[in-house]
């Protein structure tokens, strides 16, 4: 079983920044891709950005200019720097890992969530 947790989360006025951590853990044998997706209330859930071993990223278009993607292979960390926050951003967000377990089995898991509200 892979866990992921997510940090980082908090309260901040719009314009500001906040910096996302989802630390995987368990019997991890390679992390293929991580995502980082956000659901806010009432709302469907979204992919906000993704990430591959490689460092291969993408970025959903609202996101595209202000927010950053990147990972620590090494840790099993993944991060979301998150610049220029607006109100709109507000949202739990969720960390998704895809890979191989040290049995090399396919992996899929999802954290808890952390909140991220913006203020006006």
């Known amino acids: 079983q892979v866990q992921l947790v997510e940090s980082g989360g908090g309260l901040v006025q719009a314009g500001g920044s906040l910096r996302l951590s989802c630390a995987a853990s368990?019997?991890?044998?390679?992390?293929?891709?991580m995502d980082w997706y956000r659901q806010a209330p009432g709302k469907q859930r979204e992919l906000v950005a993704g990430?591959?071993?490689?460092?291969?990223?993408n970025y959903a278009d609202s996101v595209k200019d202000r927010f950053t993607i990147s990972r620590d292979n090494a840790k099993n960390t993944m991060y979301l720097q998150m610049n220029s926050l607006k109100p709109e951003d507000t949202a739990v967000y969720y960390c998704?890992?895809?890979?191989?377990?040290?049995?090399?089995?396919?992996?899929?898991?999802w954290g808890q969530g952390t909140q991220v509200t913006v203020s006006s």
């Open positions: 368990g019997s991890i044998f390679s992390i293929n891709v």
């Open positions: 998704n890992a895809e890979g191989l377990t040290q049995l090399l089995r396919t992996f899929d898991s």
């Open positions: 990430i591959t071993s490689s460092g291969s990223t």
